[in-house]
T-cell receptor, first 109, second 114 residues
Framework: GQQLNQSPQSMFIQEGEDVSMNCTSSSIFNTWLWYKQDPGEGPVLLIALYKAGELTSNGRLTAQFGITRKDSFLNISASIPSDVGIYFCAGGNDYKLSFGAGTTVTVRA | DVKVTQSSRYLVKRTGEKVFLECVQDMDHENMFWYRQDPGLGLRLIYFSYDVKMKEKGDIPEGYSVSREKKERFSLILESASTNQTSMYLC?????????????FGPGTRLTVT
């Protein structure tokens, strides 16, 4: 599969903070998607992006499909405790997805 | 709501055993996928299927095989389980047309091979 570099690897959030994560690749993708995985569960689709430059929101989540088609970012505004989990980016080509290694979000004590 | 179910949440098998993992989806999706998830590596595609009786190798097919006899069911088979196949296994499905990249996942099967 194609290599995706997702950063940061992990982050701590404080309730009310805005957080951001991104994904880059040396390959061009036709689509970018963002998933969230809670402990012991399968990933759940958050946002799908189909057009270069597209900016899409889903509640407090905002994601963008990079203009070069080689990157994407996800922002979470006004974070809440249930935002903890692992966030994955995925790039799509030929009806298949390649996944990043994930960003683990935990609550700062 | 899309529902993807997997036959077991947790499984413990011995080295050399034949292991079957089953996945069923109820949304009439044409595409079905098997991934394994390991810490720090994300999700890696093992096999996928675009149609009944059709299968394609993913990125890490060695040591695995699959079967798709019915549209809603996709099975992953470990012919002779080894300890390096201890992992979380995730099944997913999607449409062939339209939003075909939007894959929906099952809850996963955590397999331990001892």
């Amino acid at each position: 599969g194609q290599q995706l570099n997702q950063s940061p690897q992990s982050m701590f959030i404080q309730e009310g903070e805005d957080v951001s994560m991104n994904c880059t690749s040396s390959s061009i993708f036709n689509t970018w998607l963002w998933y969230k995985q809670d402990p012991g569960e399968g990933p759940v689709l958050l946002i799908a992006l189909y057009k270069a430059g597209e900016l899409t929101s889903n509640g407090r989540l905002t994601a963008q499909f990079g203009i070069t088609r080689k990157d994407s970012f996800l922002n979470i505004s006004a974070s809440i405790p249930s935002d903890v989990g692992i966030y994955f980016c995925a790039g799509g080509n030929d009806y298949k997805l390649s996944f990043g290694a994930g960003t683990t979000v935990t609550v700062r004590a | 709501d899309v529902k993807v179910t997997q036959s077991s949440r947790y499984l413990v098998k011995r080295t050399g055993e034949k292991v079957f993992l089953e996945c069923v989806q109820d949304m009439d999706h044409e595409n079905m996928f098997w991934y394994r998830q390991d810490p720090g590596l994300g999700l890696r595609l093992i096999y996928f299927s675009y149609d009944v009786k059709m299968k394609e190798k993913g990125d890490i097919p060695e040591g695995y095989s699959v079967s798709r006899e019915k549209k809603e069911r996709f099975s992953l088979i470990l012919e002779s389980a080894s300890t390096n196949q201890t992992s979380m296994y995730l099944c997913a499905s999607s449409f062939r047309q339209g939003p075909s990249y939007e894959q929906y996942f099952g809850p996963g099967t955590r397999l331990t091979v001892t």
